[in-house]
């Protein structure tokens, strides 16, 4: 197979998975899923119309005509309307009753003047200003109306949308089921974080900064630990993470004479789309179909894997869980480096954001002069990838480029004002 372009790589990608079945849970347990059903209002929320100050309950025919120079005054009727069940109280002409944030509109009452706008004289209030029909007053059903789509099917759940649940009377929500990824190291210079080292063995960085990206975004995981370059530990392994709905290996995918995966997945019924991608760092990365899910083999340098991760597993594993939005979000800013470099494929460079003194305006500057597929530093506190096209020369500072957020920056202070 010749390596895909980038974008065909991705296309094949998405378009080769869809939406894991539909499952109920509890509403509390349901955050960060995504709605598999439309939720209809069974009520107005308010249920009635409410103050929306603390003020004075008024006819507004009352002051029609108040101001400063002839302000009126109405009666103040004894018992306050509190926040609660509506008490059985009205509100006659000339009259007005004190009446609280949320609390039930008396009858008769069209408007509510808020405290600081009037003035207590005794038994009596007076008012320097008109009220209008309906002003201060929360409509019933003003949030969401009885019989309306409070929540449309697709809706990623985060704490508003649970509560908006929780007005809509629900306990439990159908959404879809979140999928189960198996991650895989592969190789046999590969030990664990305890092992003694020696010269030509590398750490497994993989798995568990790929597993921690995948907790990260609340997926359930499965780790299946190292797999050396041996046919029947790598096709074991395999099939036990074939039980999953994704697999994902680091290693063995180039064309090595010890790089086995290739036919290890064909032997474990693994169908591959695609064989490499003209994309750098990552190009040797495979992707396949099995029956019941999918596999990505990334590259084993762990740099290659992470870029691997955000280009194509992130986005099919959005796709797979019901998210509308599959692919990071894109924005151009300014370089704050050169950077030469050699064409023929797209680029991704690990870099953070920060603000131009000058004007404002974003500025990407590497995480690391030191690029290369295996410095995983690289990846520490980068907030995007700067994406380089495949026949770009270099990159100048000051010149525009493309940046994919893998986060979005965050800020060292609070200029609102």
């Not at 018992?79 to 609280?100: C, F, K, V, W, Y």
């Not at 007076?126 to 002003?135: Q, S």
């Not at 499965?222 to 099939?239: F, P, Q, S």
């Not at 495949?390 to 940046?403: F, H, M, N, Q, T």
Request: proline share 7%.
């Amino acid at each position: 197979m010749k390596p895909l372009p980038l974008k065909e790589a991705v296309s094949t990608v998405v378009d080769s998975v869809a939406p894991l079945a539909a499952v109920s849970v509890p509403r509390d347990e349901a955050l960060g899923m995504v709605l598999a059903e439309d939720i209809i209002a069974p009520e107005n929320v308010p249920i009635s119309e409410n103050s929306a100050m603390d003020g004075f309950a008024v006819r507004s025919s009352d002051l029609r005509n108040a101001s400063v120079d002839s302000p009126r005054e109405l009666d103040l009727l004894p018992e306050m309307i509190a926040a609660g069940p509506a008490p059985n109280l009205a509100i006659g002409a000339g009259t007005t009753r004190r009446i609280m944030t949320g609390a039930v509109i008396p009858s008769g009452c069209d408007a509510v003047v808020p405290v600081e706008k009037a003035e207590v004289l005794g038994d009596t209030v007076r008012f320097t200003a008109p009220a209008a029909p309906g002003e201060h007053i929360r409509p019933a059903g003003g949030d969401i109306e009885e019989g309306s789509v409070a929540l449309e099917k697709g809706t990623l759940l985060d704490p508003a949308s649970i509560g908006v649940a929780v007005l809509c009377k629900r306990t439990r929500l159908s959404v879809v089921r979140r999928p189960r990824v198996a991650v895989l190291t592969t190789g046999d210079e590969v030990i664990g974080a305890e092992e003694p080292m020696e010269a030509g063995l590398v750490r497994n960085s993989n798995s568990p900064a790929l597993i921690a990206r995948l907790r990260e975004e609340g997926y359930e995981t499965v780790d299946l630990g190292v797999a050396r370059d041996e046919t029947r530990d790598l096709l074991e392994k395999i099939t036990r993470g074939m039980e999953s709905d994704v697999l994902i290996t680091t290693g063995g995918v180039s064309k090595g004479e010890r790089d086995y995966l290739r036919e290890v997945f064909e032997s474990a019924g693994i169908k591959l789309k695609f064989a490499g991608v003209r994309v750098k760092p990552g190009k040797p990365i495979v992707f396949g179909l099995f029956s019941e899910g999918v596999v990505f083999g990334l590259p084993g340098n762990p740099v290659s894997a992470l870029t691997g991760y955000e280009l194509f597993v992130r986005p099919a594993l959005r796709k797979i869980s019901g998210h509308r939005c599959l692919f990071p979000r894109q924005i151009v800013v300014r370089s704050g480096f050169d950077f030469p470099r050699k064409t023929g494929r797209s680029e991704f460079l690990r870099v953070r954001l920060r603000g131009s003194e000058e004007d404002g305006s974003w500025v990407a500057e590497l995480t690391s002069p030191r690029q290369g597929s295996q410095v995983l530093s690289s990846f520490v506190g980068a907030e995007a990838l700067l994406y380089i096209e495949p026949d770009k020369k270099e990159i100048r500072a000051g010149e525009e480029v493309l940046c994919l957020l893998i986060r979005d920056p965050g800020a060292t202070d609070f200029s609102l004002s």
